[in-house]
């Protein structure tokens, strides 16, 4: 038991599937009789569909049914809602939300918005049909900068949304905030942008429909992080109830967020499959990735900031505008909005604070919450500003940090923005990740690299964060004769272990065997609600339901085991798989308990065969607030700009460690999404045409082994958070909070000397070598 | 990707006669070029007529001074080629940097070059070499086989039967990969033979191209700085998502002194 408890670094489960090429990921799976889609979708960024004509493809051979514009109008499908938390602008009106129909009916507004949906018996012969389906477009001035698409005269994307204006939001105390830079002895203001990103999971979406006329239910096994909100989408959009929906998701290749929304495919999907009364499976490629696949941050920022002659923090001003591009995807006016102001001002005690965001449309693939969303772009924020600070007043950034960090004896404490930070020590986290970062050791690798021709660059990174997504959570464990557990939990593993994690909980806690308990997840029919995954609640939320599970198990299995010893339950002991009477010493093993729970014969009054089975429903009052610390050592190359990140030091405080090697997973790859956006990955639109440029892998950069550092990490593990019974805090997404700071500042740092303060991400090898070109000849 | 009629010849004269029997055909040598452009349908040949069992196009042989390697050697095997790192050890180098191992496994050199995209790396190696490529008709110099973008002085159904590479006294090639793909934004190779040096530049233009001014300054001091003060025109020069003209002339002289440093 100890061996599998909570805190071990058990391996993977699952890895002995993934990794043996025996998992059962959508494509994997062929239901007998199955036939084939492929979506066409639009080549403009922006135009009006005068004709569509399908008459030709329809008598492709092979062809089964296409799926148009005209159907979802002739079936008055519903379009597909939008759930923002953030949903009225300043002035208290409702956000402008547009109708978002699973296909465009007759304009198109971003390149890649599904056009039509050609099925066939074949997935070459649905491709060929896609060929001869005829559009006839009247193309339409585009947009593709929230900036541009804000100014007077910009192509507007919405006839009846003026200036491509979705929504404004502000948060804070903006008169206080106004009198601590009118006081201040200082001023710092920088403008940035945090980029537009794409996930790029190694899976690409992809779905299976079918349709049963027997019983009139629909069944989806589908690529998603989330099946009970995206059935209840589908399900609205086709107008039927959600009980006539089984979703399902099978092992899924990596989300982080991109696999989080109700996209338009299942739905088409599903209305075709019952037209056909065939399955219909659907495979997105890695084309269609890039251009339909939500993306992430975009957002441009003004950061200001005001300081006191010593460099104390005073104020903090934050104006973000923010791309979600042509529609309001799930939840995408919340990122630039309340997503990105919670946790402003990072890990600082900033009296004053004033948060103002602006959600834009432009003729874009839509933003929706990608590994972290919002949290990331605003920790870049401040440690950038924070980094400028330090530059402007000749004052050692690392000083500068460590000297307005919250006071481990100000927690808990709510910031300005709201955020309720309850438990932490961020100084000592500093501290930490600052020793480990071997500072003495810096000067003579700076030689060497200087002997090279290199520069060497140093930045440290502390941020504060917080969890999202649903609250509630369900958890139910069925027990067999032979002592197994089935384990059903609503929340989801799109890769990351929880396979393995949640049964460490449960096996921990009841002394059961983990290698008999069997893990199920991503099914609406096995578990009557379920968030799904997103804003690292995972083990928060779903740990925590498993937690809660596992303990009203407890409580029922001491009753039962005080019964079989003629004893109190009170008295009943659990250690080591054996219940024990602390005053009696008898026992009984944990395992005959759960035999004896299947034999009426043994059990007390009132209670029935299967007793122990339990379900539950967690709800979880307060979003925890994972912090840490990340550090970093480049070299960059000033002949050609190459960045080379040499190491990084990273300290988390994640409350408990469930599993130490998960959560280390979890950084590493958090910093390799991090370290991604901070130096080559990019989402790149043709400014006139409106066209993706980054359309596949071979322009769109994401970093390989090579590219990663060496990285050291530790867990701070003495502050737990109370908001949840697990104690934990989420680690999902703090590596992309304190990689692209860190390694940013990193190279500005390396780049000091050359007087280069400031390089818009990605830094790009062309980027560093163009901005050190241009401090030079500001120089001479 | 659409229906093809799939052959497997054994011989240069059955896959010429395949070929000419074709509607439109393609020979493929890896297939790493032209099965992406097939699943894409940006290609739709007739028939393919795979290169793969015919012994004539394999191979890597030395004889004299000259390194003799076959078109349907694949990068990995002149990576790893004890011929190939003796004789030209910066072939052998520029073999191993070519794309991820998967397409070092299939990718030939047969194929890069009849190929020649602008940011392959082969076509800089042969040009600077001063190579002969050996077709089934002819011998074409290296520097006349490049024509264009994506064009060779092949004619329609004329196939690479080997390329021949005289040994260098010295050379090196460097090459500033592009991130996503890894092709090279920008490559040079550097040679010296005997009284000649010469400086090809692969990834900065349509077509490799000789920095022909680095090679006359090279020539009378072949050190990293001869070339200081030399600048490159952007003229010519490519400019995409990933690097300006400006950028690339900047990194043909960084790399054109690296390889000179680096040259052995
Ligand atoms: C992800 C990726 C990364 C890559 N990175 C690099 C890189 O860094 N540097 C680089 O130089 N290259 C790179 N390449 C290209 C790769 O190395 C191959 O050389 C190139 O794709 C050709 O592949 P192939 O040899 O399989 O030829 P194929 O794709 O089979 O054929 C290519 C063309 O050559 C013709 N052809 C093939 N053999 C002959 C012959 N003997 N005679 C006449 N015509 C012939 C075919 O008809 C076809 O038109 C990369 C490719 C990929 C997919």
Redesign the pocket.
């Known amino acids: 038991m100890e061996k599998y408890g909570i805190g071990q670094p058990v391996r993977r489960k699952e890895d002995v599937r993934f990794l043996t090429g025996t998992g059962t990921y959508i494509d994997d799976i062929k239901p007998d009789n199955l036939i084939h889609a492929v979506v066409l979708r639009s080549p403009h960024a922006h135009a009006k569909i005068l004709d569509l004509d399908t008459s030709e493809a329809e008598t492709m051979p092979g062809v089964l049914c296409i799926v148009t514009g005209k159907d979802w109008v002739a079936e008055d499908f519903q379009p597909m809602p939008t759930k923002s938390a953030v949903n009225k602008k300043i002035d208290g009106t409702p956000l402008n939300q547009p109708p978002r129909h699973a296909i465009a009916i007759d304009r198109v507004r971003y390149v890649g918005e599904p056009v039509a949906l050609i099925v066939a018996e074949t997935l070459v012969q649905a491709q060929d049909a896609a060929e001869v389906v005829e559009v006839d477009y009247e193309e339409l001035e585009a947009v593709t900068d929230q900036i541009k698409a804000l100014e007077p005269g910009a192509p507007q994307i919405w006839d009846d949304i003026e200036g491509n204006f979705c929504i404004d939001f502000e948060l804070g105390d903006k008169e206080g905030t106004g009198k601590a830079f009118e006081t201040a002895d200082h001023v710092v203001k920088l403008k940035l942008r945090n980029q537009c990103v794409t996930a790029a999971p190694i899976e690409t979406r992809g779905a299976i429909a079918s349709y049963d006329k027997d019983t009139g239910k629909y069944f989806l096994q589908n690529a998603t992080q989330n099946v009970h909100a995206n059935r209840d989408t589908f399900a609205s959009v086709l107008k039927i109830p959600s009980e006539d929906l089984h979703h399902m998701a099978p092992d899924v290749g990596g989300g982080f967020g991109a696999k989080n929304s109700g996209y338009p495919e299942p739905s088409l999907l599903l209305y075709a499959a019952k037209k056909t009364d065939r399955p219909i499976k659907w495979i997105g490629d890695r084309n269609e990735s890039f251009a339909a696949d939500t993306h992430g941050r975009d957002q441009a920022t003004t950061v200001e900031m005001a300081l006191d002659k010593d460099g104390m923090f005073l104020g903090l001003r934050t104006r973000t505008v923010g791309n979600i591009g042509a529609y309001c995807w799930t939840v995408g006016p919340f990122t630039p909005t309340g997503g990105s102001a919670r946790t402003q001002g990072g890990p600082y005690y900033i009296p004053a604070m004033h948060y103002t965001g602006i959600a834009a449309f432009t003729n874009t693939m839509p933003l929706d919450p990608y590994r972290g969303a919002g949290r990331p772009e605003g920790s870049f924020q401040i440690e950038r500003i924070v980094e400028l600070a330090a530059r402007e007043l000749g004052m050692d950034p690392v000083e500068l940090r460590r000297k307005n960090l919250m006071p481990a004896d100000s927690l808990p404490r709510k910031t300005p923005m709201g955020l309720d930070v309850d438990t932490g020590n961020f100084p000592e986290v500093f501290e930490r990740t600052l020793k480990m970062s071997d500072r003495a050791g810096f000067a003579k690798r700076f030689e060497e690299s200087a002997r090279k021709g290199l520069r060497r660059g140093f930045a440290i990174a502390p941020y504060l964060e917080c969890t999202g997504g649903g609250p509630k959570e369900f958890a139910g464990v069925k027990f067999g004769k032979d002592g197994s557990a089935t384990l059903r939990v609503g929340s989801m593993s799109t890769g990351m272990g929880q396979e393995t994690s949640m049964p460490q909980i449960l096996s921990d806690t009841l002394g059961i065997d983990f290698e008999k308990i069997t893990y199920v997840q991503g099914d609406t029919d096995a578990t009557p609600i379920g968030g799904g995954h997103g804003g690292s609640r995972n083990m928060e939320v779903g740990g925590s339901a498993v937690l809660q599970c596992a303990r009203e198990v407890l409580v029922k299995a001491k009753q039962l085991a005080a019964h079989l010893l003629n004893s109190n339950a009170d008295d009943m002991e659990l250690k080591e798989s054996v219940f024990t009477d602390v005053k009696t010493d008898q026992n009984v093993s944990m395992a005959d308990v759960v035999a004896a729970s299947f034999d009426q014969s043994r059990l007390p009054d009132g209670m029935e065969a299967g007793a122990l089975d339990t379900d539950t429903i967690f709800e979880r009052e307060i979003i925890s607030c994972p912090n840490g610390c990340h550090s970093a050592e480049v070299e960059v190359d000033p002949e050609t700009g190459t960045v080379q990140v040499e190491h990084m030091w990273i300290v988390d405080d994640f409350g408990t460690i469930i599993n130490p090697m998960l959560a280390d997973g979890q950084v590493m790859g958090g910093v390799a999404q991090g370290l991604g956006q901070a130096l080559m990955e990019e989402i790149v639109y043709d400014e006139d045409s409106g066209q993706l440029v980054t359309g596949s892998?071979?322009d769109y950069a994401l970093p390989r082994a090579d590219s990663m550092p060496k990285m050291e990490m530790a867990f701070y593990e003495d502050a737990p958070t109370a908001k949840n019974p697990l104690g934990v805090k989420g680690s999902g997404e703090a590596g992309c909070c304190g990689a692209p700071p860190a390694i940013v500042n990193a190279v500005l740092d390396a780049l000091k000397e050359d007087g280069v303060t400031h390089i818009e991400m990605p830094l790009t090898p062309e980027k560093v070598w163009r901005a050190i070109q241009d401090a030079k000849q500001q120089g001479a | 990707m659409y229906e093809f009629e799939y052959h497997q010849p054994k011989s240069l004269e059955e896959a010429t006669k395949l070929f000419a029997d074709a509607d439109d055909p393609?020979?493929?040598?890896?297939?790493?070029?032209?099965?992406?452009v097939m699943k894409q349908r940006l290609a739709m040949p007739s028939d393919i007529i795979d290169?793969g069992k015919i012994s004539d196009?394999q191979g890597i042989s030395v004889d004299g001074g000259a390194l003799t390697i076959g078109?349907?050697t694949h990068?990995n095997e002149v990576a790893g080629s004890d011929e190939v790192r003796k004789a030209i050890p910066a072939l052998a180098e520029l073999a191993s940097?070519?794309?991820?191992p998967?397409?070092?496994n299939?990718?030939?050199?047969?194929?890069?070059i009849?190929?020649n995209?602008p940011?392959?790396?082969?076509p800089a190696a042969l040009v600077a070499l001063g190579a002969t490529v050996q077709?089934t008709s002819r011998e074409i110099a290296a520097e006349d086989f490049f024509t264009a973008m994506f064009e060779t002085a092949?004619d329609e159904g004329?196939?690479?039967?080997n390329v021949t590479f005289p040994a260098p006294e010295k050379a090196a090639y460097e090459?500033f990969?592009n991130p996503a793909?890894?092709?090279?934004t920008t490559g040079v190779f550097v040679a010296k033979t005997g009284e000649s040096v010469r400086v090809a530049v692969t990834g900065a233009g349509a077509c490799v191209f000789r920095q022909i001014d680095f090679e006359k300054a090279l020539l009378g001091d072949f050190s990293p700085s001869a070339l200081d003060g030399l600048t490159v025109s952007t003229d010519g020069l490519n400019s995409d998502l990933h690097a300006s003209a400006e950028y690339r002339a900047n990194l043909i002289s960084v790399l054109a002194k690296r390889a000179v440093k680096h040259a052995g």
Do not use: W
């Not at chain 2, 940011?119 to 082969?122: E, I, P, Q, S």
């Not at chain 2, 793909?181 to 090279?184: D, G, Q």
């Open positions: 892998l071979m | 393609q020979f493929m040598a890896g297939g790493q070029t032209i099965i992406p290169l196009l078109a349907m990068h940097h070519i794309g991820d998967a397409v070092r299939r990718g030939t050199i047969g194929g890069s009849a190929n995209d940011a392959a790396d082969y077709t092949l004329e196939m690479i039967v090459k990969p793909s890894r092709y090279a």
